[in-house]
Nanobody, 116 residues
Framework: QVHLVESGGGLVQPGGSLRLSCVAS????????MSWYRQAPGKERELVAS?????????NYADSVKGRFTISRDNAKNTLYLQMNSLTPEDTAVYYC????????WGQGTQVAVSS
């Protein structure tokens, strides 16, 4: 059974940084592409970033986060990361990870709040 546990969220001031983590289990993490999504209050869930499997050499980002966020993975630790820099209030959302291309159940997410 696929299990994804997100962590690392919190309250941060505009311009600050956070690093999110997602620990995966129940599947062969290294071979699968992975994605980060977010859902802001009153809005639909949106794709933020994705990374290819194995070496993670292919990475894609939503225009809204390009140049500020970096997705990465550590296959030895079955962990996906999202480094978020230069945060703005518009980045406030619950962040989720997911296997790319699969309709796995969503984890609990991790809340990111950007406010002064």
């Amino acid at each position: 059974q696929v299990h994804l546990v997100e962590s690392g969220g919190g309250l941060v001031q505009p311009g600050g940084s956070l690093r999110l983590s997602c620990v995966a289990s129940g599947f062969t993490f290294s071979i699968h592409g992975m994605s980060w999504y977010r859902q802001a209050p009153g809005k639909e869930r949106e794709l933020v970033a994705s990374i290819s499997g194995i070496g993670g050499g292919i990475r894609n980002y939503a225009d809204s986060v390009k140049g500020r966020f970096t997705i990465s993975r550590d296959n030895a630790k079955n962990t996906l990361y999202l480094q978020m820099n230069s945060l703005t209030p518009e980045d406030t959302a619950v962040y989720y990870c997911r296997r790319s291309g699969f309709s796995d159940s969503w984890g609990q997410g991790t809340q990111v709040a950007v406010s002064s």
